[in-house]
């Protein structure tokens, strides 16, 4: 048997990647072939993949720091590095509690337990979210983390291929999974890394025999089967494009200075003053950016348009999923909720003046105003402000 280098694996590993991005059927495929172990997956694939993001992020913060026009901040080196730490154990640790999850739901939706490809499907599908992590050495890239959503799709493929649920159960055994990953991660990084037992066995019930209609998840909420498998088909749709956009060698990606024209001189009697744009992307996923300040008085806030690019269509899983949270502060309220086929999240401080108010817009664009203002009224109407019908006619 020939010995592998170090070298030879990270040259493996960055071609899986690309073929997982571009190519996921036929990649999942060939992973499904694929002798592996529990813990050779995870050793081998997730330890290091899941290092990208809070290496790059130690990096980013101590050598540029964070800051918008004019105002920067950088962390202490110990913080920084406790931060890194705790997303690292976090991610590890969510990583093998989701493969858990998955294995011990296959029999609820007419699937196969198997440990093996159960890790199969919660390492591979990952690879997105990990590798897309990168950014964080540049904070001004920040905003492409959302990209690291197409891990969604690649779970999307990978789970009814490897887990075998009949097909008219394949939905719902998805979306299960998928509410549960979000409850897994969240609980993973709350609790630094602490595997629970009580985690192994989730609450969940579902009428899996149905692929129309919603399945219930206790204390969390339904998810609309028909607008799920919608989701699923713009999600494709999304990976079609990557790999045309990779081919071409060009970007999808609407220009960052055609964003900036979207940005009124005034609102509300706030001036707007500096504005900065960014655009990047690599191996067909890519987005840009425009951001400005308005300013009035000692009050200012920002307005940004940011073009996530293909990968706009995951905002799509918050329509089937019926997202919607909402939480109450004495001081103020955050929420989350679907209007009009759109994710719109708000969050106001009354005792600061300070919120946010952000939506999607044709399910690539997104649209934020954050900052202080004298009421969330204000940053609603700057949002308001972009013309949401030529901001979707630029989408090519």
């Given at each position: ?124 599908s990952a690879t997105a979210g990990l590798v897309v ?28 291929l490897l887990m075998k649920p009949p097909a008219d ?41 149905e692929v129309s209609g919603t399945v219930s998840v ?179």
């Open positions: 048997m020939a010995t592998q280098f170090p070298g030879d694996r990270s040259k493996g590993m960055i071609e899986r990647i690309k073929r997982l991005i571009l190519s996921p059927t036929a990649e999942w495929q060939a992973i499904e072939a694929e002798p592996m172990t529990t813990m050779g997956i995870f050793t081998s694939w997730v330890v290091p993949l899941a290092a990208i993001g809070p290496i790059a992020g130690l990096i980013g913060a101590q050598l540029f720091g964070f800051g918008f026009l004019g105002v920067h901040y950088r962390p202490s080196l110990i913080g920084s590095i406790e931060t890194a730490v705790i997303g690292y154990v976090s991610m590890l640790a969510g990583i093998f509690i989701l493969s858990l999850v998955i294995d011990a739901l296959a029999p609820s939706f007419g699937g196969t337990k198997n440990a093996v490809a159960a890790m199969k499907v919660a390492a591979f992590g990168i950014v964080q050495i540049l904070p001004s890239l920040f905003f492409l983390g959302f990209l690291g959503f197409y891990s969604l799709y690649l779970m999307w493929i990978g789970l009814p159960k394949a939905v719902p055994y998805f979306a299960v999974s998928l509410v549960v990953c979000v409850v897994v991660y969240a609980v993973a990084m709350a609790i630094a890394g602490t595997v629970t037992g009580g985690l192994m066995r989730p609450a969940i019930t579902a009428d899996a025999g206790p204390g969390l909420g339904s998810v609309d089967l028909d607008k799920m498998k919608a989701a699923g088909e713009r999600m494709k749709a999304a990976s079609a494009q990557m790999q045309a956009d990779a081919a071409s060698g060009h970007s999808s990606a609407v220009p960052a200075d055609a964003l900036q024209a979207m940005l009124p001189a005034t609102i509300a009697g706030f001036t707007r003053g500096d504005v900065e744009t960014q655009a990047g992307g690599a191996a067909g996923i890519s987005g840009s950016k425009a951001e400005a300040r308005y300013t009035m008085g000692d009050q200012s806030f920002s307005l940004s348009v940011a073009d996530v690019g293909a990968m706009g269509a995951v905002a799509t899983l918050g329509g089937a999923m019926n997202l919607q949270s909402s939480k109450t502060t004495a001081n103020g309220y955050e929420k989350t909720a679907m209007v009009d086929g759109s994710m719109v999240s708000e969050k106001w401080d009354n005792a600061d003046h300070r919120g946010s108010y952000s939506t999607m817009v044709a399910s690539r664009f997104a649209v934020d105003a954050s900052g202080n203002a004298p009421s969330i009224d204000v940053l609603k109407q700057a949002v308001a402000a972009i013309d949401t019908g030529k901001l979707a006619g630029l989408a090519k």
